[in-house]
């Protein structure tokens, strides 16, 4: 039986298959970012006229801390009021599963398909 050996590749094109996942990745981790999909939160719950320490729920240590990283009440108002929304829609919802489906089945047949060449490879047919 003869001993499987896998085509060679060149290093050009191990260079540009990296340059194309590092592009992937970095797209896929900060389009949602980019699109408005996702981050800090947008909006303050309640705002509070004239913020103080006490008012925006923060005792003495937590107040020493905000301070000692250059906010004021008032700078820090936002920061701390603002609350993630926790709202999504159905279509969304709907969407995201179909396309991890998609992907799955998609790595499935392809997984099939290179399993099945080197079957053949090592094998023939």
């Known amino acids: 039986m003869a001993h499987y050996k896998p085509p060679k590749q060149g290093k050009a094109s191990q260079l540009i298959d990296v340059i194309v996942l590092v592009v992937l990745t970095v797209g896929a981790l900060f389009?949602?970012?980019?699109?408005?999909?996702a981050g800090a939160a947008k909006t303050v719950a309640a705002p509070v006229a004239n913020p103080t320490w006490e008012s925006l729920g923060q005792n003495a240590?937590?107040?020493?801390?905000?301070e000692a990283l250059g906010y004021t009440p008032e700078t820090a108002h936002d920061l701390i009021?603002?609350?993630?929304?926790?709202?999504?829609?159905?279509?969304?919802?709907?969407?995201?599963?179909?396309?991890?489906l998609l992907y799955y089945f998609l790595i499935l047949r392809f997984s099939e398909v290179e399993y099945r060449e080197v079957i053949s490879e090592k094998f023939g047919e």
Request: positive net charge; hydrophobic residues 60%; glycine residues 6%.
């Open 31 to 37: 389009a949602p970012l980019w699109l408005g999909m």
């Open 81 to 100: 009021l603002a609350r993630f929304d926790y709202s999504f829609s159905v279509g969304a919802l709907i969407t995201m599963i179909a396309v991890i």
């Open 61 to 66: 240590a937590q107040s020493a801390k905000y």
